[in-house]
């Protein structure tokens, strides 16, 4: 497990007040390119802070190495002994869930943005927050009902416990806007082989497909498309498909398919652009690559943590416990989305926007009052 630490300068020769964050994430693993690319959010977030706060904030970044265990682990070292105030990370609701447990337990708060299962916010919990949820992702509905038209939906998802979660905030939307379900089906999230799947949606008669899953999903579904060729009008993918490794690796394959996406770059609210800009530029420089939504999500959860530990900084109370009121009353926007946690600790504002690959990048085409760019339907990448 490696330790990854920031020294904390010297201003005018004297050491300013320090305290400790903790964070783990899958940097290594069948998650570590979500997890490095989360990580980096994270540490810009820390920098940008410590070049303006009061007070310097090391961060001790952990690598869980796409395992519950492992993270269980990590988090029992961030609490221990590296005596952490908060933690901000975790992807996947299945190394989330018992890693928080043990942040719980030790009365230390923990915010992520990396897991959807509706039980993570269902167990009592008073130190967990989470600013993504199940709700934020049914806004596709309202552009296939509003946008497209179209009236027939097949909706596939992963077996998970974030897949199946999504997948019923989904299949109730639809619902309530009148739209018929012809085929509705989960599929072994560990699946190499989707094109059976996919000639029965080709059958059902349906004009969009809405699949949910994780990157290996969307691959394994995009390449069998390519091949059964289903007669749908658009593919739509919710959260893990519009990123940059994605549109890398597959290509042409991802022309044309829709996403939903907590951020890309010029999504955020006008207020929030020269933010937006700044982060982008500094991600650059740092990383030598473009942020995707994933460094948006890790930098914006790290935010607020940050920013609720300086509200318990100024109250004379840096403890846990203080910083977990903080959190509790945080309320604001950024440049991902709104939020204000519930007594459950969910971000009852979060909102997604939905993304149309587009000549090679995401475009936000929904909602309009986020949207710079136009959707085009039907298009399909198999029928290019």
Same mark, same amino acid.
């Given at each position: 497990?490696?330790?990854i ?10 050491a ?9 994430l ?31 904030v090391e ?23 590296e005596?952490?105030?908060?933690i ?20 230390v ?5 990396g ?19 199940v ?20 909706? $596939?998802?992963?077996?998970?416990a974030?897949g ?10 639809l ?8 085929f ?35 691959a ?45 770059n010029g ?9 937006? $800009?700044?982060?982008?530029r ?13 460094? $948006? ?17 100024e109250s ?10 903080a ?12 939020y ?6 969910d ?8 993304s ?7 475009v ?13 339907y039907?298009?399909v990448p198999?029928?290019?």
């Amino acid at each position: 497990m490696r330790r990854i630490g920031f020294l904390l300068p010297l201003v005018f020769g004297l050491a300013l007040a320090q305290y400790k964050i903790g964070s783990h994430l899958p940097l290594t693993g069948s998650l570590s390119r979500i997890g490095t690319e989360m990580a980096n959010g994270v540490r810009l977030a820390v920098e940008h802070f410590n070049a303006t706060a009061p007070f310097k904030v090391e961060l001790v970044l952990l690598d869980d190495e796409s395992s519950p265990a492992k993270a269980v682990a990590a988090v029992e070292r961030l609490v221990g002994r590296e005596r952490v105030l908060g933690i901000t990370g975790g992807y996947g609701s299945n190394i989330i869930g018992p890693a928080s447990e043990v942040a719980e337990r030790a009365r230390v708060p923990y915010i992520t943005s990396g897991g959807l299962a509706r039980d993570l916010t269902q167990r009592g919990f008073r130190y967990f927050f989470r600013f993504t949820n199940v709700e934020g992702y049914t806004v596709v509905a309202d552009l296939i009902a509003k946008g497209f038209g179209a009236k027939r939906i097949a909706l $596939a998802h992963d077996d998970g416990a974030g897949g199946t979660d999504v997948a019923r905030a989904v299949r109730a939307k639809l619902q309530a806007l009148g739209l018929e379900l012809v085929f509705d089906s989960s599929y072994p999230g560990r699946s190499t082989d989707l094109k059976p799947l996919l000639e029965q949606i080709g059958r059902s008669g349906a004009e969009v497909l809405i699949f949910i899953g994780y990157e290996n999903n969307y691959a394994t579904a995009l390449r069998g498309a390519q091949v059964v060729r289903p007669k749908v009008n658009a593919f739509v993918g919710l959260y893990s498909l519009i990123t940059p490794s994605l549109i890398q690796d597959l290509g042409p394959l991802m022309e044309g398919v829709y996403g939903t996406e907590p951020w890309t770059n010029g999504s955020a609210p006008v207020a929030l652009r020269a933010e937006e $800009a700044r982060f982008v530029r500094d991600y650059r420089g740092r990383f030598g690559q473009t942020p995707g939504y994933l460094a $948006a999500l890790g930098y914006v959860q790290t935010q607020i943590l940050l920013n609720a530990l300086k509200k318990a900084v100024e109250s004379g109370s840096p403890t846990p416990q203080a910083l977990r009121d903080a959190l509790a009353a945080s309320q604001g926007e950024n440049l991902v989305s709104a939020y204000r946690f519930d007594e459950k600790g969910d971000n009852v504002l979060y909102r997604t926007v939905v993304s149309q690959v587009q000549q090679g990048r995401g475009v936000p085409v929904w909602p309009k009052e986020r949207a710079y760019g136009r959707w085009v339907y039907p298009q399909v990448p198999w029928t290019r």
